[in-house]
């Protein structure tokens, strides 16, 4: 059996939903796709799968020693699809083979995998929304009004069918304003439609917005609606919004890092209300702008969020720019800590979510939704550079090897934003405003210069010495 090689001493070997013929079970073909990373000569990189992952695993060998074969046995998997007790470390699995297995499996001391059993509690837009509500109300009642009013991040939402009454009073307060229906668990932009009339909702009622796999179920698919931000930032005439990447190793004491890069998604046609059913205007998902008539896959839609922390800063001025990313830092914490109470924290689970914030024109940002399976998908060489640091960095939070000292506040673009409480910046030139003042105290990045090879090495030797003393 041959095992293949990527960096940092481990071996990559195929899990329960990857492709393999029963003949190569164990070796892996150099062009089979795995959920999340792809072996390529001596690199990882983020796979072509997109949202739609295959799983796989990612098993280290003995760290005082070279690269040994994999005995096919140490990752089995039975009928079921349920690993075996191999010797393997982390997991990079998909949510349904999670709710399948996880409850079924025994997890080594060691091992990682990815998501929380519960983790839908944030990711599914009416869940997202009805936590944020509850922890809205009680913010109130313990702290105050105006304590309450940080959570002022969200449009207006109703879940449908179930509120469909208190969204129609709500409607006729509002006569002439679009909102936006969206299903409550599909991505990337499937089913989204916006509307002016009621008579919309009606249709929507009869089933035509409603397309069931199983044409036996009478329960109706669970959509939101929410009131539509008509005043977007526009850059060039066109709508965006900011992907944010966040991972989160515990929710009990909650810890949260923030990842330095990320992109905003631009819209590929000019911003517009008279045309609310033109999706190519109104939906900036890649998924649905890359088949836009007049998309340029060399071009594509995107900027990476350094791009538009400069631009911003140039055109409204540094401090405005600042507040506005500190909101975003609100945004995660609050979000995070309104299921912190209810999601299952298990300290084999990590997560790593994709929040997307659209700004609008006063730069105030608002939570649109959070991914639990952001895209791995690599649009062009910047964003598979991004995604390459983005999963490489992440194993170097995990520290699997335990290389590391567990004090970083900083490991590569992850910056350590939250640890049972909000963590202080050191002194950090990276996003130094034209003035030269300190940023900000938090230890948030977003957007910031990121040499994250350089910072890796340093870490890394000062781990080793601080552990040699």
Partial sequence: MRAEKIPRGWTEVPGPNSQ????????RPSNQQTSGLTQTGNQSRPSNTGS???????????FS??????????????????LGDGDWDFYWCDREWLHQNYDTMFLHEHQKILHFRNHYELTRKNLMVKNLKRLRKQTEREQGK????????????????????????EFKKNLGIIWIMKPAAKSQGKGIFLFRRLKDITDWKKGEYQPLSDQTRDVPETYVVQRYIENPLLIGGRKFDVRVY?????YNPLKV??????????????FSLDSIEDTYVHLTNVAVQKNAPDYDPEKGCKWSTQQLRKYLAAKHGVDKVQKMFKAIDNIIIKSLQSVQKIIINDKHCFEMYGYDVLLDDDLKPWLIEINASPSLTASGKED??????????????????NRLTGKEKRIGGWDLLWDDGPIVADDNMDCTPANGSAVSTPNSYLGCFNDRKKQLREIYLTAQSVKKS
Wanted: charged share 15%.
């Fill in 20 to 27: 393999v013929p029963a003949a190569q079970q164990g070796t």
């Fill in 52 to 62: 739609s992952q295959s799983s796989n695993i990612i098993v280290p060998s003995r």
């Fill in 65 to 82: 020693r070279p690269i040994q074969p994999v005995a096919p046995q140490a990752t089995q998997v039975n009928a079921q699809g349920r």
């Fill in 146 to 169: 105006t304590e309450a009013q940080s959570f002022d991040f969200y449009p207006t939402t109703y879940e449908l069918p179930s509120e469909y009454h208190i969204f129609v009073e």
């Fill in 246 to 250: 966040v991972l989160v190793c515990s």
């Fill in 257 to 270: 890092w923030l990842y330095r890069g990320g992109f905003a998604r631009f819209s590929n046609t000019r």
């Fill in 384 to 401: 598979y550079d991004l995604k390459f640091g983005l999963i490489s960095d992440l194993l170097n939070v995990l520290d699997l090897e």
